[in-house]
C-alpha cells in the first residue's frame, strides 16, 4: 500500500514573533543569498501577503515573484518588506576578515 504524502508549508509553523525570528536567524546563518529571500517570502505568506503588499506599496504579483525560490529581490523591496514585517536588519563585527579567511584556509 503506497503512502500519501502532503507537502509541508513552514509559513503554518509560523504563527508568533518568536518562531519568525528563529526562522530568520537560520536562513541568515546559511549565508544564501537565494535561500534568506525565499525565508522572507514564506514570512510574508504567514503574515498574509496582500496586507504586506499593502504596507509596502507593492503589488503581490511582484512580492510572490520577488521572494520566490528562484527570485531576486532588491535590497529596497527586502528592507520595505522586513520593515512591514517587523523585522530588523543589523551588522555585527564578524572579527577581522584576514584572521578567520587564514584559520578557514588552515582547516
Known sequence: MAETLTRFDPAEGLASDEA??????????????????????????????????????????????????????????TIAVMRALGIALTATSMGDPKSSTAAQGAA
Do not use: C, W
Open 20 to 77: 519568525v525570528a528563529v526562522f530568520m536567524e537560520e536562513a541568515f546563518r546559511t549565508g544564501d543569498a537565494g535561500y534568506i529571500a525565499h525565508a522572507l517570502g514564506v514570512v510574508a505568506r504567514a503574515k498574509g501577503m496582500t496586507q504586506i503588499a499593502h504596507e509596502t506599496g507593492l503589488s503581490r504579483e511582484q512580492l510572490y515573484r520577488s521572494f520566490s525560490e528562484t527570485g531576486n529581490p532588491t535590497l529596497k523591496t
